[in-house]
């Protein structure tokens, strides 16, 4: 090829001059490396291959020359086999284009009982880091298939366990056999129903794993608080358990006490039911004088700011009196609407006065709600012993008097008592 390349620009050259002999010999210079190196590439790219070292606990029916698969693809191949101590060092090689993740493992792969098994390396990469040339992989990235011969040894293991010289040494294990058949005996379609039940109930908590997880942390957190009040927890059950003992012992009495608290409900109950009318008319009262003392709240303060200052001039009117003065302002106020006589004493007769114009009828209106009969106004004994009586100077004692002395503030307060 190259040869003919030359005549070819020799031909060239010959027809073209020679002028252009020196760009002929360039160019078929640059034609041959080109194609040595496509042909170099070609070479060593089909022939390169990657190292990767990988350590397993055994290496059972593992050959040189077993196969290297990803994902069941032949990629590589075993190189060396060679015992390390306690482990089993297995070199391979697979192809350089093949690419491994950084954190890819290796197992032994056993397809059939008899026959040679491979190296399966995963998972398929997929993007990210990749396991460098020569890597290794410890025993805790490696994995072989249980042995055949550990599976019998394990069956024999469990037999030997539930033989004649184990669990069934005295027969308890042919009696549960036998009870369990007689349990089940006749029960197939329960015992599939139940089966049934209990696949609906492992797909129900599947669905809400996040709700029983939830849950079992909630009752972790709680039992976690109980823990770290213990000593507050004990104390209250012993409380609970000194009062349940008191209680025990008090049960008759309690018993007792239920009884008479029966009785006395129903005693209630018909006492109610035989008075509803009287109840409902008191209940009824009631609401209206609450409603007129709210409405009447202003002339109520009033009375109660004035009240007092009143009474007490009351007290201090009377101190320059003589004996029938007093007793004739006795006899005045004793023989008073008590009504009235407040009235006066509060506004000073005077309608204009501060709460003058509304505090009469407020108090006439408080009284004739209260029923009937509930109102005590005593009198007085010296009132009317001395109604008529005159003072020194044979004049009789003006009506107007300023408000009086103590005994008249013990007859005020009786006239204004409810029984």
Known sequence: MVGRLHQLGGRM????GPRFAGLSKVLTAFVVLALLSAVFLLFTNGTREKTLVADFK???????????????VPVGHVTQIQAEGDHVRVTLVYDAGVKFPADAKAVVVAPSIVGDRFVQIGPAYNGGPVLPDNARLGIDRTAVPVELDDIFKSIDNLALALGPEGANKNGALSRLVNDTANQFDGQGKQL???LQNFAKLS????????ELFSGVREID????LLR???????????STARVSKVLAKERNDLADTIKALSKALIVVRDFVRENRTALRGNVDNLERIAALLADRSTEIDHLLKEAPVSLANLGLAGVGLGVAARADLVALIGSANPIDLLCNLLTGGVESAPGGGALCPTLQGIIDQIPAGTLKLPTSTSAS???????ASGSKVPTNLAPGIDSVVGNLAGM????
Do not use: H, I
């Not at 957190?221 to 976690?224: D, E, I, L, S």
């Not at 770290?228 to 012993?238: A, E, G, M």
């Not at 012993?385 to 005159?390: M, Y």
């Open 192 to 194: 599939a129903t139940t």
């Open 58 to 72: 055994v290496a059972n029916s593992l050959y040189k020359g077993n196969a290297v698969r990803v994902m069941g």
């Open 221 to 224: 957190q709680f039992t976690r």
């Open 203 to 210: 797909k129900t908590l599947d669905r809400n794993d996040e």
């Open 13 to 16: 050259l010959t027809n073209a």
């Open 385 to 391: 012993t001395t109604a008529s009586s005159s003072n």
């Open 228 to 238: 770290k009040n213990d000593s507050s927890v004990r104390d209250f059950f012993d």
């Open 416 to 419: 204004l008592a409810v029984n």
